[in-house]
């Protein structure tokens, strides 16, 4: 009896010598996770391709700013796919061999570290149009912005791709036991991606953010002073400027919420103390990394007009209509 209850907490229970074991949950935990699991998948992968048509469907929405959040809605909705492995080993059990063990994994990477590059992009984008509007339409232009992003994507998957060179030659090598998904690479990899990844553009977007911070205190405090006695041009100049700082605030909002979900597993790898948690708090991190790319997309359909538009002309087929790529969202 003893033998058959250890086998049915092995992974692969027909291989009894060479299977990893399952981590054990409460069956209502068990189906609470999943479901709620799923539902955050679904969501992601919905939300960021209803951004993606968006953004490619209607010319208007082609501006600078949202070619880099296409970039980032790109790399969010590939990661809810990959959620979905992610959720089939709740239980501490891989399924897919060696070889996908290594992909996904590889794919992980590459998806973080353009996420994180389109954040930086963000985050010159909205210092340029604040600190230095007038000069904005000539230093932020379509053409420059998508070489940067063709450059952030190619870079990540260069780097990754020979950091993970080692594992894809040899897939499953670092795995203790049949059904443990593992990858390790070199110490310089290790430490160049976590700069690459983390420390470097973590300075940068906060270097920049705090001085948008600034100078948008500054506006206000210009926009009171002259409340009342302005005229009608400079008015306008005024009513432009709020828009970009609204739009600095929404994405500046993006950026936080991407920080608070990304430095708890940045703080315990640079600790090196990940090795010492338990399978559910790894679990916990991991998610936590992942539920940025969900709250994305909705941080957008709360503070932009435009996407509950284009979602309401998307999901009723009205897109299908012939001038429907010219209808104006903004």
Same mark, same amino acid.
């Given at each position: ?105 590889? =794919?992980?990477? *590459? ?8 954040? #930086?992009?963000? @985050?010159?984008? /909205?210092? %340029? ?72 553009? =973590?300075?940068? *977007? ?8 600034? #100078?948008?205190? @500054?506006?206000? /405090?210009? %926009? ?107």
């Amino acid at each position: 009896m003893m033998k058959m209850t250890d086998q049915a907490e092995l992974c692969f229970p027909q291989l009894v010598n060479t299977s990893c074991r399952k981590t054990q949950h409460p069956r209502s935990v068990s189906a609470l996770t999943y479901l709620l699991l799923s539902v955050i998948s679904l969501i992601t992968v919905t939300l960021n391709l209803l951004l993606i048509i968006s953004i490619s469907h209607f010319k208007r929405l082609k501006t600078p700013t949202n070619l880099i959040l296409l970039s980032l809605a790109t790399s969010d909705f590939l990661v809810g796919f990959l959620m979905v492995f992610q959720i089939s080993s709740f239980e501490g059990c891989w399924f897919f061999g060696d070889l996908l063990c290594t992909i996904y994994y590889l =794919l992980n990477f *590459i998806m973080t570290s353009a996420s994180i590059g389109s954040m #930086v992009l963000i @985050s010159i984008d /909205r210092y %340029v149009a604040i600190c230095d509007p007038l000069r904005y339409p000539v230093k932020i232009t379509q053409t420059r912005v998508k070489i940067s992003i063709f450059l952030c994507w190619s870079i990540s998957v260069v780097f990754h791709c020979v950091c993970f060179m080692d594992a894809l030659e040899k897939p499953g090598r670092y795995s203790t036991c049949v059904g443990k998904c593992e990858i390790w690479f070199s110490y310089a990899c290790s430490m160049t991606d976590l700069f690459i990844s983390f420390i470097g553009p =973590l300075i940068v *977007i906060v270097v920049l953010y705090t001085r948008v911070f600034v #100078v948008a205190v @500054s506006h206000a /405090r210009a %926009v009171r002073f002259h409340v009342g006695v302005v005229t009608l041009q400079r008015s306008q100049g005024l009513s432009a400027r709020s828009s970009e700082l609204k739009a600095a605030r929404t994405l500046g909002v993006v950026v936080v919420v991407f920080i608070v979900c990304i430095m708890p597993y940045f703080c315990v790898t640079i600790s090196g103390q990940y090795i010492l948690l338990n399978a559910s708090s790894a679990f916990i991190l991991i998610y936590l990394f992942f539920f940025n790319s969900c709250l994305n997309p909705l941080i957008y359909a709360l503070f932009y007009p435009w996407f509950r538009r284009s979602i309401k002309l998307i999901v009723t087929l009205q897109i299908l209509r012939p001038d429907s790529s010219q209808a104006n969202l903004l």
